[in-house]
Nanobody, 125 residues
Framework: QVQLVESGGGLVQPGGSLRLSCVAS????????MGWYRQAPGKEREVVAT???????NYADSVKGRFTISRDNAKKMVYLQMNNLKPEDTADYYC???????????????????WGQGTQVAVSS
């Protein structure tokens, strides 16, 4: 089927940087919007940044000017460069992608969002 796998999380001091990566694999025909979401302890999951297949981007106000989302369509990857990290950025970060996949068992295509398993980002001194 389809799988999203994130990497790049870790512990960093305030003001530091991290780069998250996410790769999609499986019976993929097309990938539309991709994005990063995060969920802090005790809080709901929120959107961090999204990027369309053509490259248009959107950011949460809290990360504008600090985070940059990008994608490599050939590699089926999306990235999140996070600079000037703050303690309030501490959360589990999840990759999301709107994917058209080939269901080989039914010999038909299907489009739906997929999620990765998440990667932890902790910002602390």
């Amino acid at each position: 089927q389809v799988q999203l796998v994130e990497s790049g999380g870790g512990l960093v001091q305030p003001g530091g940087s991290l780069r998250l990566s996410c790769v999609a694999s499986g019976s993929i025909l097309s990938i539309y919007d991709m994005g990063w979401y995060r969920q802090a302890p005790g809080k709901e999951r929120e959107v961090v940044a999204t990027i369309a297949s053509g490259g248009n981007t959107n950011y949460a106000d809290s990360v504008k000017g600090r985070f940059t989302i990008s994608r490599d369509n050939a590699k089926k990857m999306v990235y999140l460069q996070m600079n000037n990290l703050k303690p309030e950025d501490t959360a589990d970060y999840y990759c999301n992608a709107d994917i058209l996949m080939l269901d080989r068992s039914q010999m038909r295509s299907a489009r739906r969002p997929y999620w990765g398993q998440g990667t932890q980002v902790a910002v602390s001194s």
